[in-house]
């Protein structure tokens, strides 16, 4: 994974914001926009849309959840996709315990 932030501008129901993303969740969101015939501004007007938190943060647990298929690459977006996946309990042996 690359140390590199690129920051890209992106069109939010007419408004322009950027965002920064690790390059590797760039070609994501591309590849991901590209399987669902949307546009990137179109993809992350409908992640911002469910969000809570940062922009980059939600795309980031929006490309996690569909890379780990918790999402349907064909299936349109939900407005809570971002954030309606429940994590995983660790196991007990996983846990940091402050010791």
């Known amino acids: 994974m690359s140390d590199a932030i690129l ?3 992106v069109i ?3 408004h322009r914001t950027s965002v920064s993303l690790e390059p590797e969740f760039w070609t994501a969101l591309k590849d991901i926009a590209r399987r669902r015939s ?4 179109d993809l992350v007007t409908e992640v911002d849309k469910g969000r809570r938190g940062n922009l980059s943060s939600a795309l980031r ?5 569909t890379v780990q298929g918790q999402l349907s ?3 349109p977006p939900t407005p809570a996709a971002p954030t309606s996946a429940p994590m995983p309990a660790l196991p007990a042996s996983e846990r ?3 010791s």
């Open 96 to 98: 940091d315990t402050g």
């Open 7 to 9: 920051k890209r501008s």
């Open 12 to 14: 939010i129901a007419g």
């Open 38 to 41: 949307l546009s990137i501004n």
């Open 61 to 65: 647990v929006f490309v996690l959840a």
């Open 73 to 75: 690459p064909a299936a």
